[in-house]
């Protein structure tokens, strides 16, 4: 299992060694195919203007979740590293409870469960409950890679600051992702 020591650097160190980590939530998950990471003094990040309310999570310890609302709709999740920094798990290739997944998510296409940071929160039951939570301890699992991936980087999704801050990571080639790397 990755302990809270694994998020105890900074985000751009942490972000590409999550691509084919396994997320497990109550059993249910898969490999992380897709991430994007946000410090202190990227724009785009909750943290830019500094704590709040919504973003304490972000400033708590290593290794805890960051869990928000989006839209007024999805719920996204994200590991928190070093205080201020995140990063968001925008995709994932589903492994494991697809049944329960599918439950959650509708009669889809596998790699459409977990194609995006909303249908990842749906397809595991994510939402404010696990805020603030430990990675390290359950409800959660975070299994290391039991193979290297060939990681890609580019520009983030949907946001409007920090536009080309080359801050998004994905497993080069997976199906499972949001969208395809520009």
């Not at 310890?61 to 999805?74: N, W």
């Not at 590293?81 to 997944?101: D, F, N, V």
């Not at 509708?106 to 790699?111: A, E, I, S, V």
């Not at 696990?130 to 301890?137: F, R, V």
Request: proline letters at 9%.
């Amino acid at each position: 299992m990755l302990t809270r020591d694994f998020f105890d650097r900074p985000v751009l160190e942490v972000a590409p060694e999550l691509i084919g980590v396994e997320l497990l939530l109550e059993g249910v998950g898969g490999l992380i195919v897709e991430v994007e990471a946000y410090d202190q003094s990227d724009p785009a990040s909750h943290s830019f203007r500094g704590p709040t309310l919504r973003n304490a999570a972000m400033f708590g310890a290593p290794g805890h979740a960051y869990v928000y609302k989006i839209y007024g709709i999805h719920y996204c999740l994200n590991f928190v590293c070093k205080p201020g920094s995140a990063i968001l798990i925008r995709a994932m290739e589903p492994t494991k409870g697809l049944a329960a997944m599918h439950q959650r998510r509708g009669p889809l296409p596998d790699r459409q469960l977990c194609s995006g940071p909303g249908k990842l929160a749906q397809a595991l039951a994510i939402d404010l409950n696990q805020n603030g939570l430990s990675l390290d301890e359950p409800p959660f699992a975070l299994l290391p890679p039991d193979q290297s991936h060939d990681v890609a980087t580019g520009p983030r999704i949907g946001i409007t600051k920090g536009v080309e801050t080359p801050w998004r990571f994905v497993s080069r080639g997976s199906r499972f992702l949001s969208k395809p790397m520009r």
